[in-house]
């Protein structure tokens, strides 16, 4: 019982993490019409930066440091990551819209978090390849493909 109360509180989390994900790509890219593409994405890192040290002294004041423990050390990319992350989401929200742009990244989200399992990659542990997942991939390529159809 405890297992589907945390599978559903992950469940929610994860729906929340995708609207606030699309809001702040559409959020961020009127910022960026207003300045620059660059100077938006510092912008958000900052103001992160700034939320996540004030939830820090809310909540925890662990050791800061603690990060540098981590092994192997590339896992502390992950920041310069968000950078790019946070300008991809903006150019392709600006190029292709909101809708299809965040159809096009959960997607690929879905297939580059697929291989990450089968193949065990940064630590992960290795799953087996599942046919039901595998044609759940197809079908989200298929639902690009009729969502562009015109």
């Known amino acids: ?16 993490s995708g609207a606030l ?8 890219t009127q910022v960026t019409k207003a300045s620059s593409i660059w100077t938006a994405s510092a912008f958000v890192q900052l103001s992160a930066l700034v ?4 939830a820090w002294l809310a909540t925890d004041r662990s050791s800061l440091l603690q990060v540098f423990r981590v092994q192997p050390k590339y896992m502390l990319l992950g920041g310069a990551i968000g950078a790019f ?20 990244i959960v997607t690929a989200q879905l297939l580059v978090a697929y291989v990450i399992e089968l193949l065990g990659w940064f630590g992960v542990e290795k799953q ?16 690009i493909i009729i969502f562009k159809w015109k």
């Open 1 to 16: 019982m405890k297992r589907q109360v945390y599978d559903m509180i992950g469940f929610l989390i994860a729906l929340i």
């Open 21 to 28: 994900m699309s809001v702040q790509g559409v959020f961020n």
């Open 51 to 54: 939320v996540c040290l004030g």
């Open 85 to 104: 992350i946070t300008y991809t989401v903006i150019r392709s929200m600006d190029l292709l819209g909101p809708a299809r742009a965040v159809m096009l």
């Open 128 to 143: 087996p390849w599942e046919w039901r997942k595998g044609v759940g991939m197809l079908v989200a390529v298929a639902g």
